[in-house]
């Protein structure tokens, strides 16, 4: 919450680069829809975020911190569709080249076990071959699950009525034995006739069948499609961390006086009997002399966020969940007036935070501070990651397989 914050939760550092000849509303959309994302990231902490229609150019740029990033981005003069997957660098994953005209992205990820998820965008219009959609599914090494906006209509997945695309999607689940995560709740909105449609679907291998759920958030966001988190039921909510010693409270004096190593402790027959007492000492000594850091949820914290962005959220909220239950043209006004409103004192609050931020450098601001806020503001920061390893034999994915065989190498 103070000066020297996070590029991830200055939503001024947009991430996305725009071209000087592109129009206000377009960068002021793609500064929207990151915003978003960073929200639904602080509030799930997933492992993976699938997008589709990201309108990107190959001159844009997309980071988000601790996040790596796999995208397919649709060239020419009128830009649309496009496709990108979000990757937590606190998990081993590796991008899956994909051999495809379809606008498909996949990576394999390790969150409870190997998984290869796709993301994949069938544009409503476009002529899509059966035959595309069985060699893209042919080069998913299973178990996996393939995300994405479909644009098909069909009663398993609750439309009242079935369009081509929707035969074609029910060929594949066929033709591949594969499981449709999606129950009857709608996932798009569409305004002009204010009706909601299932257009995005969840498709996977049997073998995940028993360990899946598909919640649907209630908020659109700005978009107009509803966020669909896929979870694991073996998955917690939010992110832990195991507690820390807190050294500058440590009483050292205490510590010193309890850490005693005596000459036959190290004098073993075996190093490695050796160094296990001589660190269990250490550990029982500093669970008496230091003190610790209990573990809480992960959580970054917007700085600008204050009572009156709450209440216009909370306002929005209030009267979206009247119109999705009474979506008429009378409930609808009030909704986009709130939402506006909303946006407004959003943005005025992370403008004010700006300029407090820009005004703490001072005559007497050091190098090394000054260093540092130049670098957030620009959004410039280091992240490490670690893939998923294959040898000629097998894979490995989880992180104490690789340390193991890092091990084993060095």
């Known amino acids: 919450m103070g000066t020297d914050t996070d590029p991830s939760d200055t939503d001024y550092v947009t991430g996305l680069a725009s071209e000087e000849d592109e129009s206000l ?32 150019k190959s001159c844009h740029t997309t ?38 005209s379809l606008q498909a992205v996949a990576v394999r990820i390790h969150s409870t076990s190997l998984i290869t998820v796709c993301c994949l965008y069938l544009p409503p219009n476009a002529v899509t071959h059966q035959q595309d959609l069985n060699n893209l599914v042919d080069q998913l090494p299973a178990p996996f699950v393939i995300l994405g906006d479909f644009n098909g209509h069909s009663t398993p ?13 029910e060929q594949v689940l066929s033709d591949h034995c594969l499981c449709l995560l999606n129950h009857e709740e709608p996932m798009y909105f569409h305004e002009p006739i204010r009706s909601f449609h299932t257009l995005d679907l969840a498709i996977y291998s049997p073998s995940l069948f028993p360990n899946l759920n598909l919640p649907v958030e209630k908020d659109l966001y700005d978009s107009d499609h509803f966020p669909v988190i ?12 195991p507690p820390t010693y807190s050294y500058s409270r440590a009483d050292w004096a205490h510590f010193t006086q309890l850490a005693v190593i005596p000459d036959a402790m190290v004098k073993t027959e075996s190093v490695d009997t050796a160094v296990q007492e001589v660190t269990n000492v250490f550990i029982a000594t500093a669970d008496l002399s230091i003190p610790k850091v209990s573990s809480n949820s992960f959580q970054r914290y917007k700085h600008w966020w204050n009572t009156d962005c709450q209440t216009a959220y909370k306002n929005q909220r209030k009267l979206w969940g009247i119109f999705r239950r009474y979506p008429t043209t009378e409930n609808l006004l009030p909704f986009k007036k709130a939402k506006a409103n909303a946006r407004r004192v959003r943005r005025q ?36 990651s670690f893939p998923i390893l294959q040898t000629s034999n097998s894979v490995f994915s989880s992180p104490v397989e690789i340390a193991n065989i890092l091990g084993e190498t060095f």
């Open 25 to 56: 509303l377009e960068a002021d959309f793609k500064q929207i829809a990151y915003r978003d994302v960073k929200d639904i990231i602080r509030q799930y902490h997933p492992v993976c975020v699938a997008l589709q229609e990201t309108f990107l």
């Open 63 to 100: 980071k988000i911190r601790r996040y790596g990033c796999v995208r397919k981005d649709t060239e020419g003069s009128s830009v649309s569709g496009g496709v990108l997957i979000f990757t937590s660098l606190d998990v081993s994953s590796s991008a899956l080249p994909l051999h495809t």
């Open 157 to 169: 997945w609750g439309s009242v009525n079935m369009n081509p695309r929707g035969r074609q999607i």
């Open 230 to 241: 896929l979870s694991h039921d073996s998955d917690t909510r939010g992110k832990t961390f």
């Open 349 to 384: 609050s992370q403008r004010q935070s700006w300029i407090r931020y820009v005004s703490s450098l001072t005559s007497s601001t050091s190098s090394k501070q000054l260093w540092k806020k130049v670098k957030t503001a620009n959004g410039i920061y280091r992240d490490i």
